[in-house]
């Protein structure tokens, strides 16, 4: 699958999704397991990544090419379309860190909605004013070169013992990371903007003063 075909625009009424919506959503059809086990933090609270996963690798490396030592990752932040949420996998690494404010701003420039990684960010407060949604394990100032590689792009990954396929949608906000798998894509989208729109109304009613009871027998969400 090449990266022109990751691209996804939400639809009106989208912004009222999820990560919880959508693993509930997830729920209903079978997928019990699409939220990473491990939380990857927000670099500013209340940030929200939403597109279709445009995945790389890195691994461990102690020496890189003196001419263009970050040849590799370029060539994959080139590619990033519109819509795409990069996942940087690193094997939970803590040699150094993955993402910064350049790579960002590109990223950002090419309508990307954010990055998630296993590993850490830095340059964080720049990230920040970029406003570019940045989830990460951890920060850390130290650049990979010398130290950890691309190894492969647009290929499946494992994040906090999810897969993750390139062209899968996934979601990142405040409540962690939950990942829906392509071919599942239509009956999760469709069962979770549903659930968005009876949630809009049972909020409505309890904040109006009915009885949680009244209102869970009536709507059947919570």
Known sequence: MSSADLGFTPIAGDERLSTAILSDSCDAVGLRHQVLEQRLAPLVPGARAFGRARTVRFAPALEDDP????????????????GQVVVVATDRSNDSAFWGELFSAAALGSGASGVVTDGNLRDTDRIAALGFPAFSASRRPIDYRARMRVIAHDVAVVLGGVRIGPGD??????????????????????????????????????????????????????
Request: aromatic share 4%.
């Open 67 to 82: 001419d263009d030592p970050y040849r590799d990752a370029i060539d994959f932040i080139d590619g990033i379309g519109r």
């Open 169 to 222: 949608l996934l979601m990142a906000d405040d409540d962690g990371v939950v990942v829906v798998p392509r071919e599942h894509e239509a009956s999760v989208l469709a069962l979770a903007r549903e659930r968005a729109a009876r949630e809009s109304t049972v909020l409505a009613e309890l904040l109006a003063g009915e009885s949680l009871r009244a209102v869970w027998e009536r709507h059947r969400v919570l």
